[in-house]
C-alpha cells in the first residue's frame, strides 16, 4: 500500500476517534448543563420569592408569617421566564393540589432515537433536585425545589449533539482533505527519490535529485545522491581494473601464443619430420605395410592433427584480426574458415549499418564475441542454422549489436548458469567498455546478444 494512502488512512481514523470524543463530551456536557439549568433556575425563583414574601410580609403585618406563602400570584408569567426549558419548580410545603410549575419545554428539540435515550439514561444517570431556601433567615419562609424533566434533558441533549455534530463532521471533513493534500506534497518527492534509486538500479548512477524541502526527504536525497556518487565511482575503477586485467590476459595470451609456436611448434614438426623418415626408411629395407612403416604413418597423421589443433589454438590466443583488418573484413573470413570447415550448419552472416570506421577495442570485443558464440553453437549444440547478425545503431544508441542465434533447441537458462570461461571472458570484455550480453531464448534455439557502445 502506498505511504500516502496509510498516512491517509491513520489520519481518517485519528479524526474519527476526534470526532467519537468530540460527540461524548458533547453529550456529557449537554446532559450536564441540564443540571446547571436546574441550579439556576431553582436560585432565580428562590430569589423572587423571597421579595415577593419580604413584600408581603411588610404589608400584611397582621397576619401569620405561615400564612403569607405561598401567595396565590407567584405562579405568574414572570416567575415561568425565570425557569430554564424543561425545568419544573415546586413551592415547599406546596398546598393542596399545587402542581409543580414547569418552563416550556416544547420545541427544545426532536425526540432522541431510543437507544440513545437507553445508553444516556445507564451512563449518566438521573438528575438530582436542586432545593433551595427563599430566605437565609426566616427558616419558615419555605423552600423551592427544582427538578428535570428526563425526556426533556435527552432530548435537549440529542438536539445539541446534533446542532455540533454538523460543524464537528464538516471540520473534520475539512482537516482531513486540506491534510491529505499536505501528505501528498510533502511525500511528492518521493517519487523522484524512487525514481533515481531506478535509474541507478540501470546503470545510471549519478542522478540528479531536486530540491527537498522536507529535512527527512532531503536526508533520504543526500543519501541516495552519496550513494549514486560512490556506485559510479567503484564502477569507473572497475571498469579501469577490468581493462587492465584484459590488457594483462592479452599480453599472457600473446605470451603463450609465441611459446606455443616456438617450443611445441618446431618440435611437432621434428616430430613429423622423423616420422616421415622411418616411414621412407622402413619402407627402403622392408616390405610395404610393415609394422614400423605403419606406426610411423600413424605418428605423422597425431602430429598433423596436433599441429592443426595448434594453429586454432593459436589463431584464438593471439589478437583479432579486426584490429588490422577491420571489424567487417575479419568477420567475413571467420564465416568463412568456419564454413571452410563444415558444411552443416549453414552460417549466415547478416551486417547491418556501417561498419567501416569501428576499429580498436570496440571491433576487437565484437570479434570475440562473434568468435566465441560461433565456436559454441557449433560445438555445443545440434543447430542445422546458425545467424551471425552485426548491426550498428545510430542516434542516442550509439551501439554496435552483435547477435548470434541458433535452431539447436538449447535451453537459454542452462546455458547461462554454465556458462564456461569463454563466455565469461568476453562478458567480461564487453562490461569493461561498458556494454552488456544477455543470454536468451530463441525461437527455435538459444540467442547471445552483445552491446557494446561505440563511444567506448
Known sequence: MRLVLQLVARLLVIVALCLGAATVWATVDAYRSVDRATEASAERVSQSLEALYWRELLLRS?????QLLPAPDWRTIET???????????FEPAGAFEKPLCGQ??????????????????????????????????????????????AAAIALAWQHILDNIHVALLMALAIALLASLAIAH???????????????????????????????LAMIGRAVGDLGDRLAQAEEE?????????????????????????EFGQNLTAILAFANTIEASSGDKYAAGTEIAQDARMISQATRRIMAC??????????????????EASLVDLVDSWRSRTAQPMIQL?????????????????????????????????AREIVLRIERRTGTENALLV????????????????????????????AALGGSLSIARASRGVSVAATIPLAA
Not at 62 to 66: P, T
Not at 191 to 196: E, F, G, L, P, Y
Not at 246 to 260: G, N, P, V
Not at 311 to 326: F, I, S, V, W, Y
Request: charged share 25%; proline share 5%; net charge positive.
Open 62 to 66: 397582621n397576619r401569620m408569617r405561615e
Open 403 to 430: 547477435r548470434v542465434e541458433d535452431d539447436g533447441g538449447g535451453d537459454a537458462a542452462k546455458v547461462a548458469q554454465s556458462a564456461g570461461f569463454g563466455l565469461t571472458g568476453v562478458s567480461e570484455r564487453v
Open 186 to 216: 510533502t511525500l511528492a518527492p518521493a517519487r523522484s527519490i524512487v525514481s533515481a534509486l531506478r535509474r541507478m538500479a540501470d546503470g545510471e548512477y549519478r542522478t540528479p535529485l531536486p530540491r527537498v524541502r522536507s529535512m527527512e
Open 238 to 262: 572497475r571498469t579501469v581494473l577490468t581493462r587492465r586485467l584484459l590488457e594483462i590476459r592479452s599480453d599472457e595470451r600473446r605470451t603463450l601464443a609465441r611459446e606455443l609456436h616456438d
Open 80 to 90: 415561568m421566564g425565570l425557569i430554564a426549558p424543561g425545568i419544573c419548580v415546586q
Open 310 to 327: 595448434l594453429r586454432d589454438t593459436l589463431n584464438r590466443l593471439r589478437h583479432p584480426p579486426a584490429e588490422e583488418l577491420g571489424l
Open 105 to 150: 419545554s416544547k420545541g427544545i428539540g426532536k425526540a432522541p432515537p431510543r437507544w440513545f435515550a437507553g445508553i444516556v439514561q445507564m451512563v449518566l444517570g438521573d438528575h438530582a433536585a436542586v432545593e433551595r431556601p427563599i430566605s437565609a433567615r426566616a427558616a419558615t419562609a419555605g423552600t423551592v425545589r427544582a427538578t428535570a424533566d428526563p
Open 350 to 382: 547478416d551486417l547491418q549499418g556501417d561498419l567501416a570506421d569501428i576499429s580498436g577495442t570496440v571491433a576487437a570485443t565484437a570479434y570475440r564475441v562473434a568468435q566465441e558464440c560461433l565456436t559454441n553453437a557449433l560445438r555445443h549444440s545440434a
